[in-house]
């Protein structure tokens, strides 16, 4: 497997276990940073406590697509919530084989309900 296909499979091991809510099974790395709309840069608990929040709105996700550059993969994705579909982009930083940061980009209205689905 080349270093492509094992990033990509780094962040759908990571997107698989936050369907799943399988937490203790992400390849995060001990000093986890998370990015978004609604949680702000957390590290650590706070970032695998608001992580788990967020899957818990979370049914199902499909992936469009990866884009691999060095040690950073971006993702463009749809998740299926219990608010209807949200599409979302997710840049990953991945080091030995773990997710050490997340930075994730969606419209923080279709969370909170302030927006018509298009």
Do not use: W
């Not at 590290?43 to 990866?66: C, M, T, W």
Request: no cysteine; charged share 30%; net charge negative.
């Amino acid at each position: 497997m080349g270093h492509r296909e094992e990033l990509v499979a780094v962040v759908e091991s990571y997107l698989e276990g936050f369907v799943r809510k399988e937490f203790a099974r992400l390849p995060l790395a001990s000093d986890y940073i998370a990015e978004s709309p609604l949680g702000g840069r957390l590290s650590g608990k706070e970032a695998l406590d608001y992580l788990k929040v967020a899957a818990s709105r979370v049914k199902g996700i499909r992936i469009e697509g990866h884009i691999v550059e060095g040690d950073h993969v971006a993702t463009l994705l749809e998740e299926e919530t219990d608010r209807g579909p949200l599409r979302v982009f997710a840049r990953f930083r991945i080091e030995a084989g773990r997710i050490r940061e997340a930075l994730v980009f969606y419209d923080p209205r279709r969370v909170v309900g302030q927006a018509d689905p298009p």
